[in-house]
């Protein structure tokens, strides 16, 4: 199953910044590490994804520590719309994405 | 901006009875996966499709379930006979290739609600 782990469950206020931690001990040298959202019942989103630098765009900048075996993401003014589950993915070769049970961030006014 | 399209958003049968989900997957992409989840639980992999074959399926892809292409804009999962456990969403994503080294995006449709009575 999935080869990383996160917290269950994360609070932010509205405005702040939301930081999402994930473990991927296991990911080796040429794999990138993937981060998905899914809002309620929705379909799984694409937010980022990086090697080893850093990496923003327009929704999320994803902080990759040296070692790769840990990442951030950052969403740096959360919204009330922001509230969803996080994934942090494991993406085997072929293309099949390994889900795990994700970080449920809830944005509180 | 292309999307993923999938219907019907919601599908209630009887258990026993055979269900055909449909998805159009972004047109110039390659690569075709059907992922479930059961409510309350984490998305699931049930099978990928690429060039008119299975690439890869997953142990809950059993005999009862089958994936077609039967034209150059649909998709779909047939389920022969339900079970009350297959009560699902079940989600249809697409991508323009695959790989661990280059990065693909998966685009998934807005999946559809599958209840087995």
């Known amino acids: 199953d999935a080869k990383t782990t996160q917290p269950t469950s994360m609070d932010c206020a509205e405005g702040r910044a939301a930081n999402l931690p994930c473990n991927h001990s296991t990911i080796s040298g040429n794999e990138y590490v993937y981060w998905y959202r899914q809002i309620h019942s929705q379909g799984p989103q694409y937010i980022i994804h990086g090697l080893k630098n850093n990496e923003t765009n327009e929704m999320a900048s994803l902080i990759i520590t040296e070692d790769r075996k840990s990442s951030t993401l950052i969403l740096p003014h959360a919204t009330l719309r922001d509230t969803a589950v996080y994934y942090c993915?494991?993406?085997?070769?072929?293309?099949?994405?390994?889900f795990g049970q994700g970080t449920e961030l809830s944005v509180k006014p | 901006e292309p999307e993923v399209t999938q219907t019907p958003s919601h599908q209630v049968t009887q258990m026993g009875q055979e269900v055909i989900l449909r998805c159009v997957p972004i047109?110039?992409?390659?690569?075709f996966y059907w992922y479930r989840q059961i409510l309350g639980q984490k998305v699931e992999f049930l099978v990928s499709?690429?060039?008119?074959?299975?690439?890869?399926k997953s142990e809950i892809f059993d005999d009862q379930f089958s994936v077609e292409r039967p034209d150059g804009s649909n998709f779909t999962l047939k389920i022969r006979s339900t079970k009350l456990e297959d009560s699902a969403m079940y989600f249809c994503?697409?991508?323009?290739?695959?790989?661990?080294?280059?990065?693909?995006?998966?685009?998934f449709g807005p999946g559809t609600r599958l209840t087995v009575t």
């Open positions: 993915i494991d993406l085997r070769p072929g293309g099949k994405l390994i």
């Open positions: 047109s110039n992409h390659l690569y």
């Open positions: 994503a697409s991508s323009e290739g695959v790989g661990l080294a280059d990065f693909y995006e998966q685009y």
């Open positions: 499709f690429y060039n008119n074959e299975i690439s890869e």
